[in-house]
Each structure stands twice: as structure tokens, then as C-alpha cells.
């Protein structure tokens, strides 16, 4: 939302109309207009009258929903500021549709302390979307000491996670799982045992062999999946499993949930809308860890999203400068930025071609159960007496 377009919300009227809103309860949109008077929805409804002194907006043809959230992205502050600053990145999940991020530890220091929680924290508070932290599980994200959980989330962390490394010490995962009990929070796993992906930059399987690339085997994810799983049974706790990738994972996050364990899961778009095929071209923009992988995993990918093993969709947003993401494959980065074609890939893939039902679908992946495995209040579009807009 543009600068002059918050400043009308805020300071006077700003009135929509002609579109549809989302009702939370009836989970379904119907038409109405929205009055809202210095930030704060006053009236929805057929609304008719003088509003010179405002704005009236037309949005014939669009649905308003409650804002979405982004619980994995990389917004690269403090100490890469080249690659993404935490305003730059605000402006990209504004731009595509996002109201908060939950933002990853891997910066530069590491967000493993109160002081640079507050950082990030001060660096975000004037900005139009909510910037949630995450902080790291261990010091440095070495996995040899826990981090400073307890002044971290008395600083505003709201998640522990050492992404993108995994917790390659079971008892480290088995302190995290006794914290995430004390201060209800979960810990959230970046599933790779980097012993068999060393040196690897896509699957492993058919394309990597006849493309003459290393390839990282699903099993590198299933194995940290089933060992947090099992360590999550014998201690207790919260766990979260980002970007899941592999059928094997899907399946054992769901024997899970049979079992009323409390995991959850997260996909990406780009693995549930592209295969390792892709990678045909050498193209460094198909880079990604996990990486793409074959045709089968993307359609457990696709299924688990349907049936609710997998909980919620995040972009993994990881921008890179150019130099970074151009030259040899084996080379590049991983990563690519996410945010601002998260729902066009939404609608294209799991919309257009798996039948996934629109508006309901993206609001439970997008906005309700991310927010509920954050431990975050559930938006809704109603007549409030909080401002929408920070002051």
C-alpha cells in the first residue's frame, strides 16, 4: 500500500466499495462496502452518503480478506543489507498481499540475543506489515550451546529455529523441545542431515545424473524429520517442519498427527508447483535447499496440503544480490525471493489445477493455522476500535 493511500486511512475517511468482504464465520465472501475513519473499520455494509472529505475507492471485482502471513522469510538485517533490508522486505510482502513475516535467524550476527531481537524489532516498528522474530536455537547457529531463549522471548522472539542449518545435535533438539514446553513456542526445524547433502545443489535422482550434478537424497530430510518426531513423543513440546519437501516426510508428519503429536508442517510454492526438471537449464533461480525434487514428492506436496497433513504455505523469500544467483549452478546460491508471487502461484497451481477451493484454502494456509502455530490472534474484517495502521 502506498505511502499517500496508509496516510488516507489514518488521517480521514477511506471508504471501499463494491467489492466483496471475507466473512470468517460463514467462510465465505459476500458483497459489501467498508467505511474506515483514521485507521479504524467503522461501518461494513451498504454504505451510502457524502464522503468528500476522504477517499472512495471502486473494487468492483476484488475480494477483501484478512491480511496473510508469512511465517519464513529472510529479510537479511543486520549485516546483508545489500541483499534485503527489513523495509525492503516489508515493501515485498505488502506488495504481495502479506500484513506479517516471521523473520529467520541467519543474519549477520545471528539473532540469538535479546540486544539484536530489539534490533530487528525497532528496525520494524514504523512499517505498514508486523515483523515477528525468530530467534536461533543455539549460539551462532553452531549447534553446541543453547542461545539465550528465555531473555529472547521476554525480548519479542515468537519461534526457535537455526534454519538454514538443522539441529545436527539430538540432545539440542531435546533442550529446544523442553524450552518450547516452558515458553510456549515452537521449534522449528530446517529437516536436512548435512552428512549426505555435502556439496550437493539439487535432488538426487534421475535429472542430477544425467545433468552430472550432486544430488541431495530425500532421505537427508526424512531422517531429521523422524528423529524430531520421535524426540518430540519422548520429551513433549511444539514442533514445526519448514519447507517440507519429500513424500517419505509428508507421510511420517502425518502418522504423527494420527498419533496427536503436536507438529506441523509448512510448503513452499515452489514445490508444490515445479520438479527438478527444471533444473534442465542450469538455471541458478531453481536453486533452492531443500531443492526441487521429482514429480512424486511434489504430488505428495500437492495432497498433503489438500488433507491438512501439511498446515500452512510459506514463500522461504531468500533475495541474493546478482552476483550471487548468476555463473556455475554448483556455484550459486540457494535461495529465491517468494513474496510477492506467492498467491498468483496459489491460484495458478493449487487453484487452477488441483481444485483447491479459492479463498477458504488460502485463508487456512495463509492466515489461520500459520498464525495458530505462531501462537498469534486470528485476524478478522469487522467493525474494530484498534487502527488497522500504525500510528
Known amino acids: 500500500m502506498s505511502e499517500q493511500f496508509k496516510d488516507k486511512a489514518i488521517k480521514g475517511y477511506l471508504l471501499l466499495k463494491n467489492g466483496k468482504v ?27 452518503g457524502d464522503f468528500n472529505k476522504g477517499s472512495v475507492v471502486d473494487i468492483s471485482g476484488s475480494t477483501v480478506i484478512p ?18 533490508t527489513i523495509e525492503s522486505g516489508c515493501a515485498a510482502a505488502a506488495a504481495g498481499g502479506f500484513t506479517a513475516v516471521c523473520c ?22 514504523d512499517k505498514l506489515v508486523d515483523v515477528f522474530p525468530i530467534g536461533a536455537v543455539s549460539k551462532g547457529s553452531k549447534s553446541e550451546e543453547l542461545a539465550e531463549i528465555g531473555y529472547m522471548v521476554k525480548a519479542g522472539i515468537i519461534g526457535i529455529t537455526d534454519d538454514g542449518l538443522p539441529l545436527n545435535n539430538s540432545d539440542l533438539v531435546r533442550r529446544a523441545l523442553e524450552y518450547s514446553k516452558m515458553f510456549n513456542i515452537p521449534v522449528i526445524e530446517h529437516a536436512q542431515d548435512l552428512s549426505l547433502t555435502h556439496g550437493s545443489s539439487m535432488n538426487e535422482g534421475f535429472y542430477s545424473t544425467i545433468l552430472g550434478l550432486t544430488g541431495m537424497p530425500t532421505i537427508a530430510e526424512d531422517i531429521i524429520v ?46 508444490f508447483s515445479l520438479t527438478d526438471k527444471a533444473v534442465e537449464t542450469y538455471d541458478p533461480n531453481f536453486k533452492m535447499n531443500p531443492p526441487l525434487r521429482n514429480e512424486e514428492d511434489l504430488e ?40 510477492e508471487t506467492a498467491v498468483g502461484v496459489y491460484f495458478t497451481e493449487l487453484v487452477g489445477k488441483h481444485n483447491f477451493d479459492g479463498f477458504k484454502s488460502l485463508i487456512d494456509l495463509c492466515v489461520i493455522n500459520p498464525r495458530k502455530i505462531m501462537h498469534l490472534p486470528v485476524p478478522e474484517i469487522k467493525v474494530s476500535i484498534q487502527p488497522y495502521f500504525p500510528q
Open 300 to 339: 505428495a506436496v500437492v495432497a498433503g496440503l489438500k488433507d491438512g497433513t501439511i498446515d500452512a504455505i510459506a514463500t522461504d523469500h531468500a533475495p541474493h544480490i546478482k552476483d550471487d544467483k548468476e555463473g556455475e549452478f554448483d556455484k550459486a546460491a540457494f535461495g529465491v525471493t517468494g513474496l
Open 226 to 271: 523422524s528423529r524430531d518426531i520421535q524426540m518430540l513423543e519422548y520429551v513433549g513440546g511444539q514442533l514445526h517442519i519448514q519447507h517440507i519437501s519429500s513424500a517419505k516426510s509428508v507421510e511420517l508428519v502425518k502418522r504423527a498427527k494420527d498419533k496427536g503429536l503436536n507438529v506441523s508442517c509448512e510448503a513452499t510454492p515452489h514445490h
Open 104 to 125: 529467520m535467524p541467519n543474519t549477520n550476527p545471528v539473532i540469538d540475543n535479546q540486544e539484536v531481537v530489539r534490533f530487528v524489532k525497532e528496525k520494524a516498528q
Open 67 to 84: 491480511g496473510l502471513i508469512d511465517i519464513h522469510v529472510h529479510f537479511r538485517e543486520p549485516g546483508n543489507e545489500e541483499k534485503e
Open 22 to 48: 471475507w466473512n470468517s464465520k460463514k467462510q465465505t465472501a459476500a458483497k459489501a462496502d467498508i467505511l474506515i475513519k483514521n485507521g479504524v473499520i467503522e461501518k461494513i455494509g451498504k454504505l451510502e
